[in-house]
């Protein structure tokens, strides 16, 4: 039993969700300023009124993006558009209905609005900005307000083509972007985003919660300051979706839970970043920028495609009705790897409906892995010209079949082949075998080999400087150790750091490759050596939880430093709360003191034992044992 299912004094949120009926006064209150804020000394600046033309039929005029905010420093700007959901809403007759003016309640609450500062450097007031989130530099935020808003089960994609229009519209004006939704629909929204929004150059992250922001106990603040932190401080050129910690790519995401804080997963992709006492970022899954590229919103997207999911026995007949006109394209979720029931009648009516031009997607219902063509019923599959989905999710196959079948002027072949193509990080295609081969030959220690032989001139050491941490890196990270050996034998010195000051150690320990590490260690490597936001091996792999790459690094001296364990009371809560041994285990065998308090002055064991959770109640309770019976050995 998890967590959620234990806790329900402390995940449930008490009723009325809202103090008051705070909505209506919120609403005559354009302005947002509750009286408690608002300087009569000193006025703010009022909304534009020339932008308020700026609004789309679905946005309140109250709301209306006003003009950028006038004030010192360094200051990021973000714009939150808030759609509805879970978040913002409030009990009405016994039941959760969307909830206006969450803007004002942000800021009643100091960790998201510094009224001090707001007022200080006169920001408009529909501007609110968070509290000093890194030395000398402001988030300021403006929350723009849907009407109506949505429980997300009520959104289609003419309310993500709204969203993706009002990014259009104020694309330059801000940073990046934050939209808040429900969490019923949020993996489909996102994933329609990140079609609809071609050259994205800045973050689009979806957040939401599954308990009310109002609730005492809830991750409706988590979320959103997660997401509004990283959209603000991040460039993250992609539509991602933040939840309880991780940051996703949007279109690899799907709801898996109705009830636990950790509702998503991206089942076939890690997270491009977690959070935890640090942000740690996975650069090399996060999408590169074109860089010159503008924007393009693709609104047109096609309405009638559907979502099939097979199961044993269904009938052809059934099959006919569902991939009639006007349906033009359907995601058709099969069993395993792709496979379906093999009856004539059934391959009948795939093969006419594709011969008449549907356009069939094979995904797999199951949550991890990909569609392949191993078996028969596969095969048999793809004879009746289905495009394969590969690893993707029903929510992106769908978004995606939308996108192409939107696309105007393309052939079907046209269309098919956009289909079967990476469009925007949302499926992993699989090895072709000239990229097998090129790999099993040590396409790497090719490189590696080639860039060793140029010598004598000073272009070639210029360059050799430059690419050699790169490819000794990307040695480390894949695990090569052949061509880590080749340096060594080389004489090249594998203590060499790449721009973000990460070593061969750094990537091996993340990645777990603890042979690699146990060579880099006997080659005499730095082992506590800080990359440039003062990371070491160790707290890569203890978050990585590679406890064979951890023992490495604790017998050859590594430690944790001060500012690594500053917040690790907090992590460990957050890990007991959740009832993660192995991360528990991972920081333990890292030498954190598992005593540390969090924030709220409250130790993991305490937290474990207000959850109920058993298993880590008494695994924490033997490392405190432990650590009595031996001091000196921990
Ligand atoms: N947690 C949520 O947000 C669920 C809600 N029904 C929604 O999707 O709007």
Request: include cysteine; charge should be negative; aromatic fraction near 6%.
């Amino acid at each position: 039993m998890g967590s959620a299912d234990i806790l329900p004094a402390l995940y449930k949120c008490p009723a009325p969700y809202f103090e008051g009926d705070s909505s209506s006064t919120l609403r005559s209150s354009p302005c947002l300023g509750s009286s408690a804020h608002t300087n009569q000394n000193s006025p703010r600046p009022p909304v534009s009124p020339t932008l308020k033309a700026l609004r789309l039929p679905w946005l309140t005029e109250e709301f209306a993006v006003p003009a950028m905010a006038r004030a010192a420093g360094r200051e990021r700007r973000l714009l939150a558009i808030y759609t509805g959901g879970t978040i913002g809403m409030r009990s009405e007759g016994g039941v959760l209905v969307p909830g206006r003016g969450l803007a004002a309640v942000l800021r009643t609450l100091h960790m998201f609005h510094d009224e001090e500062y707001a007022q200080a450097h006169r920001l408009p007031e529909d501007t609110l900005v968070l509290p000093l989130a890194g030395p000398d530099q402001r988030i300021l935020y403006t929350v723009l307000e849907c009407q109506p808003l949505f429980d997300s089960s009520d959104m289609t994609i003419t309310e993500w083509v709204q969203i993706a229009q009002t990014i259009e519209r104020h694309y330059t004006q801000y940073q990046g972007f934050v939209v808040i939704h429900g969490t019923d629909t949020m993996a489909f929204a996102a994933s329609v985003l990140s079609f609809m929004l071609e050259n994205l150059q800045k973050p689009v992250i979806l957040t939401g919660a599954q308990v009310p922001i109002h609730a005492l106990w809830n991750d409706g603040r988590e979320n959103l300051l997660g997401a509004l932190l990283m959209a603000g401080q991040y460039i993250i050129p992609e539509v991602c979706l933040f939840f309880q910690n991780q940051l996703f790519r949007g279109n690899r995401t799907t709801k898996v839970d109705a009830r636990r804080f950790a509702a998503f997963c991206s089942p076939n992709l890690p997270p491009l970043a977690t959070v935890g006492a640090d942000v740690t970022i996975n650069r090399e899954l996060v999408r590169k920028a074109s860089g010159k590229d503008r924007l393009v919103v693709h609104s047109s997207m096609e309405r009638d495609v559907g979502l099939l999911r097979l199961y044993p026995g269904i009938p052809a007949s059934l099959v006919r009705t569902f991939l009639r006109p006007p349906l033009k394209g359907v995601v058709m979720e099969t069993f395993g790897s792709g496979n379906g029931p093999t009856k004539p009648d059934l391959l009948l009516e795939l093969r006419e409906a594709a011969e008449q031009g549907l356009i069939i997607v094979n995904c797999t219902h199951c949550l991890q892995g990909a569609v392949t063509s191993d078996y028969a019923s596969g095969m048999a599959m793809a004879g009746a010209g289905i495009v394969s989905g590969f690893d993707m999710t029903s929510e992106a196959a769908l978004a995606k079949l939308s996108y192409v079948l939107g696309q105007p002027g393309l052939t079907l072949d046209d269309r098919k082949k956009l289909l079967a193509k990476n469009l925007r990080g949302e499926m992993t295609l699989p090895m072709t075998d000239e990229r097998r081969s090129s790999l099993q030959d040590g396409m790497l220690g090719c490189r590696v080999a080639w860039l060793l032989s140029l010598n004598g001139s000073q272009e070639a050491d210029a360059m050799q400087d430059v690419l050699m941490p790169s490819l000794a890196l990307a040695a480390a990270h894949a695990g090569d150790l052949d061509t880590l050996q080749a340096f060594v034998e080389l004489g090249r010195d594998l203590n060499l750091k790449d721009c973000s000051g990460q070593t061969p150690l750094h990537a091996a320990a993340r990645r777990g490759h603890a042979a690699v590490v146990a060579m880099l260690l006997q080659r005499g490597v730095d082992v506590n050596a800080r990359n440039e936001d003062g990371h070491s091996p160790l707290l890569l792999a203890v978050r990585g939880r590679h406890q064979g790459v951890i023992g490495l690094l604790r017998a050859a001296g590594a430690c944790l430093s001060p500012q690594e364990l500053e917040d690790v009371g907090t992590e460990l809560c957050r890990l007991a709360s959740r009832a993660d041994s192995e991360g528990l285990r991972a920081w333990w065998q890292a030498g954190a003191d598992l005593g540390q308090l969090g924030y709220d002055g409250h130790c993991a064991l305490q937290v474990a034992e207000a959850a109920g959770n058993a298993d880590v109640v008494a695994l924490l309770q033997s490392f405190k044992d432990r650590l009595s019976a031996q001091p000196q050995a921990h």
